[in-house]
Structure formats: C-alpha cells, structure tokens
T-cell receptor, first 112, second 114 residues
Framework: QKEVEQDPGPLSVPEGAIVSLNCTYS??????FMWYRQYSRKGPELLMY????GNKEDGRFTAQVDKSSKYISLFIRDSQPSDSATYLC????????????FGKGTRLSVIA | DTGVSQDPRHKITKRGQNVTFRCDPI?????LYWYRQTLGQGPEFLTY????????KSRLLSDRFSAERPKGSFSTLEIQRTEQGDSAMYLC????????????FGPGTRLTVT
C-alpha cells in the first residue's frame, strides 16, 4: 500500500460545477497537507496549505483535513476551463520541513 | 521575487553521458529540495539541503547521482552514466524554513535519455 493514495481520474465536469478531489494516507505522522496544481509539462504550483485537521478557504478553493480518517479533500467552486489541470495532494510529517510525499495526481477537465 | 528557476528546461542526452542540472531557489529560502517525476506519477523525493548541508538522500538516489549546494545558494544535480530509466522531469523546490514549510517548485528540467 502506498503512503498516499489518490484516484488518477480523469475527471470531467461542466463549467460551473463543484469539484471534489480527495486523497487518503496511511502515515499517522503526517501533519502538513498541501494541494498543488500542475499544468502539462510545468512545475507544480502551490494552491493550498493546511496544518493538522480542519478547513481552510481561499477564494473558490476549500481544503479539508480529517486526520481521524486520514482523508483530505480539495473543493473547487464555480469551476472554470482554466482549472483544467492535474491536482496533486502532498503531505509531510514531523517538523514540516521534511520532504513531501505526493499522491499520483488527479487529472481534471472542466468543459465549457 | 522571481521564483524558483531551473536550467536547462530540456535536455536530450545519449545513454552513458553525464548531465548536470542547476536550480536557483527563491532568495533567502534556506531549504532546497530535488524531486523526480515520471509520466502519470506524482513527484518523488530525491534529496534536500538546509543551506549548504545535504540533510537527507532518498534510496532512489543511486551512486550515479550527486547533488551539491555550495555556499547555500544555487544547487546542482549531476547524473553520471545516464540510463534510459533516468528519463523524467527533475523538479527543484525551495522553502523558507524557520517554521515556514510551504515548498515552491520551479518549472523543472525534462531529461530524455536516448
């Protein structure tokens, strides 16, 4: 079993839909959780960063962490064609400056 | 603030040749990380530095790989005697450290070994 599991998709939604992206993990030491967006042949771009359990909102994006279930989510409201990309969850434990462990990424297409 | 930069962006090399990649982190970021990403996979950790000290190396980093960060500024990743399995995107990331853990990635160097 991999430390971080993420459904690779692809996921296709109509413009304006609410998108839900999820990851599960097995290492209870993980404390820091991030979501990255990666366009084709580009480097990952940091979208959201949360520490421990709880919710965090930034514009159309909401990140949720449920440490008791070892489950994290990213919600995108009012999705746009420009949101079409691969979304990677990543996490680290201990001091937080340790290397990130990534999921495989979910490929999202938002259709106009 | 210009972000993390990497050079070259693309490299095509023949099997058996040596290649070197460069990463310039965000100014004042004292942590620098190298990751490797293959098609359809998330990035995998290779090694990281705090200032000039290399703190951890993944078991993915074979003896053919070496990384340096002289003077705690830019970093280089060298692959000796390249193999076709080394073909991947090599990503560099930096973080401020000191309680600030967000890692910012560069555009990557895409390596193709023929």
């Amino acid at each position: 079993q991999k430390e971080v599991e993420q459904d690779p998709g692809p996921l296709s939604v109509p413009e304006g839909a609410i998108v839900s992206l999820n990851c599960t993990y097995s290492n209870s030491a993980f404390q820091y959780f991030m979501w990255y967006r990666q366009y084709s042949r580009k480097g990952p771009e940091l979208l959201m960063y949360t520490y421990s359990s709880g919710n965090k909102e930034d514009g159309r994006f909401t990140a949720q962490v449920d440490k008791s279930s070892k489950y994290i989510s990213l919600f995108i409201r009012d999705s746009q064609p420009s949101d079409s990309a691969t979304y990677l969850c990543a996490m680290s434990g201990g001091s937080g400056n340790t290397p990130l462990v990534f999921g495989k990424g979910t490929r999202l297409s938002v259709i106009a | 603030d210009t972000g993390v930069s990497q050079d070259p962006r693309h490299k095509i090399t023949k099997r058996g040749q040596n290649v070197t990649f460069r990463c310039d982190p965000i100014s004042e970021h004292n942590r620098l990380y190298w990751y490797r990403q293959t098609l359809g996979q998330g990035p995998e950790f290779l090694t990281y530095f705090q200032n000039e000290a290399q703190l951890e190396k993944s078991r993915l980093l074979s003896d053919r790989f070496s990384a340096e960060r002289p003077k705690g500024s830019f970093s280089t990743l060298e692959i000796q005697r390249t193999e076709q399995g080394d073909s991947a995107m090599y990503l560099c990331a930096s973080s401020l450290g000191w309680g600030n853990y967000e890692q910012y990635f560069g555009p990557g160097t895409r390596l193709t070994v023929t």
